[in-house]
């Protein structure tokens, strides 16, 4: 992307100055090498995004943006909630899509002996891969019930405990969430799939804490250096493919109903207030729910994986997210606090502190931002900012970003060689594909340090551990 | 003639079929698209499926036939190698098909499993004549 078609706001800020039907500014968060690096479309879907009406503030591109369908990966728009729209391109159709990571009492000396025994144990145990299912068959009564309960639901089946529901964003389930609007097909594809982690980026790692930035917050969260910790992420499976995938066709022909125009197909949309736009709203909330119920229910088998190697062992919920979203929450605009629809496409919220969604143990630090890396290199957990607050609508990162096609990947690295490239680093992992997991080589994504500090440095969220990978599996 | 084959996007992966017709072009799009989940070659035509549908527009129409088809895929746990559309009729509302897809019960062991097609986009769709073929292509979400 050319420097000279942007606005210079700060060292890390860039600003896509309004031209033609845009309704408000873009904003690009990233250093100078960060944006320079971007795809020209990074800017034409920042742009776009900015033509849909009710976008509020500024269209939004995170440091880790790449181009995407519709909004760009690491987009964010708020929408007025009379004049907005909800676009399926703010959503994608993986809508829930997050991470959680569990905290261990664990520390390094104490797993990494047994790494290979966890991961061979965790990759029996989890169901991973194309069309992999999971036991928890669910009647139709009971997939309404766990899409309107989420991980609640789960929970009181026995998969969990009531703790986990604490430090899951929106406590494990949104409300409003109404089955009547999920497709038969939808729920057909849904079956068994409850508990199963995907495929594509989707991973479960076992991480180590190697690296402290700030020390009064990690102990307010729990974390200690040497500290293992267990990062899962995947989203709401067939489930939100297909609720996706029906309601851009849905959306496609609202957006012609309403004469709304688009600068792009994928941003097929429909005002918030029309018929159409509930029920995406409230089918999507079902997606979001199972995504919640998903990582929930991995969470107990990875739990039970570790009582049977390291008895006696305390796994806890450290925070679950999801960077694929639409939610109503309350933000200040021009000095007045309004419930906003915000669409988060590859963006993780990131939350200052003091709001009331956030856990009174986390609630004076901010929410917990879980940035996932590549298997070799590092995670990241930072914390929300009450800047981030005003210039993001409470919003960073999601990951490193791929450099780097799936093609090309594949045709640089082979997936039994990369394994062993990676044991030699202290990397034990497990996969359902040696060309998915080609496809995830490190290589192939961005510098993830360089993402962070931008984050950090334009105030988004600040840093306060960094994780190392020790054992991986993949789908 | 090449038949199908994949194009580069940063973070998913593009299909695009060629044929002599439209229809010929969908059928090797949707080659295209179960190439990205499994080896083709090593899938059976032991079980049929009808697949219908319709959509406003032919761009349209082909996101609806693959996403129908990883649905139907989805469900009935099959994986698919062969593909038939009779006609595309147009309609008063825009554009129909009844295609056929052929394949098998979904085995890992037999497959060579790659990654999962979460669904098919409307990014970089186009279907058209380009020179003596049709091309039908679109942007894959895994």
């Known amino acids: ?475 | 003639m090449v038949k199908y084959g994949q194009f580069e996007h940063k973070a998913d992966i593009g299909v695009r079929g060629y044929g002599k017709t439209i229809e010929e072009a969908f059928e090797n799009g949707a080659k295209a698209l179960f190439e990205i989940m499994v080896n083709l070659k090593k899938i059976e035509k032991k079980k049929k499926v009808k697949i219908k549908c319709q959509a406003a527009n032919l761009e349209e129409l082909f996101v609806e036939w693959l996403n129908a088809l990883l649905s139907e895929a989805g469900i009935k746990n099959l994986i698919f190698s062969d593909f038939k559309i009779n006609k595309i009729e147009k309609e008063n509302s825009g554009y129909a098909l009844l295609g056929v897809a052929q394949g098998e019960k979904f085995n890992p062991t037999k497959h060579e499993p790659k990654i999962e097609a979460k669904a098919a986009t409307y990014s970089q769709l186009e279907v058209g004549k380009k020179g003596k073929y049709y091309i039908a292509q679109t942007i894959i979400d895994v």
């Open chain 1, 1 to 475: 992307m050319e420097l000279k078609d942007l606005k210079k706001i700060s060292d890390y800020q860039w600003e896509v100055p309004v031209t033609g039907e845009m309704l408000v500014p873009g904003r690009i968060f990233g250093d100078e090498s960060l944006v320079e690096a971007m795809d020209d479309k990074v800017k034409e879907q920042v742009s776009n995004v900015a033509c849909l009406p009710g976008v509020i503030k500024a269209s939004l591109a995170m440091p880790d943006a790449h181009w995407g369908y519709g909004f760009c990966i690491g987009g964010v728009a708020a929408m007025d909630s009379e004049s907005g729209v909800i676009s399926v391109g703010g959503v994608g159709f993986d809508s829930g899509c997050g991470v959680r990571t569990l905290k261990t009492n664990l520390t390094l000396d104490d797993v990494k002996p047994k790494i290979k025994e966890l991961i061979d144990l965790l990759f029996k145990v989890v169901p991973v891969g194309l069309g992999s299912r999971g036991k928890i068959i669910l009647s139709p009564q009971e997939a309404d019930e766990l899409f309107r309960e989420g991980a609640r639901w789960v929970i009181k089946k026995g998969y969990g405990i009531e703790d986990d529901l604490e430090y899951i964003e929106d406590k494990g389930f949104l409300d409003g969430a109404e089955p009547a609007y999920v497709s038969e097909t939808a729920k057909k594809r849904e079956k068994g799939q409850v508990g199963t982690l995907g495929s594509g980026n989707h991973y479960l790692e076992v991480q180590y804490i190697d690296k402290i930035f700030d020390q009064d917050s990690a102990e307010k969260f729990g974390l200690f250096k040497n500290q293992i910790l267990v990062s899962i992420h995947c989203g709401s499976r067939a489930l939100g493919h297909q609720i996706g995938t029906d309601y851009l066709k849905i959306l496609a022909d609202a957006s012609r109903k309403y004469g709304i125009k688009i600068k792009d197909r994928e941003l097929v949309c429909a005002p918030i207030k029309s018929s159409e736009g509930k029920k995406y709203a409230m089918a999507n909330l079902c997606a979001l729910n199972y995504s919640y119920a998903n990582r929930q229910v991995i969470s107990h088998l990875t739990r039970n994986c570790f009582e049977k190697i390291f008895p006696g062992v305390k796994v806890k919920t450290f925070w679950d997210l999801t960077h694929n979203s639409a939610r109503w929450e309350e933000h200040e605009i021009n000095k007045e606090l309004k419930i906003v629809l915000v669409h988060r496409k590859g963006s993780t919220r990131a939350f200052g502190p003091n709001r009331k969604e956030l856990p009174l143990k986390y609630r004076d630090v901010g929410q917990p931002v879980i940035v996932g890396g590549t298997m070799g290199t590092y995670s990241f957990i930072l914390r929300g900012t009450s800047l981030g607050m005003e210039l993001a609508f409470g919003s960073a990162c999601h990951g490193a970003g791929r450099s780097m096609s799936r093609i090309q990947a594949k045709k640089k690295w082979y997936g039994e060689k990369l394994i062993k490239e990676l044991e030699v680093k202290g990397i034990y992992s497990r996969t359902a594909s040696f060309s998915g997991f080609a496809e995830e080589a490190p290589g192939a994504y961005k510098d993830i340090a360089q993402v962070i500090e931008a984050v950090h440095n334009a105030g988004l969220a600040k840093k306060v551990v960094r994780m190392r990978p020790l054992g991986v599996i993949k789908g």
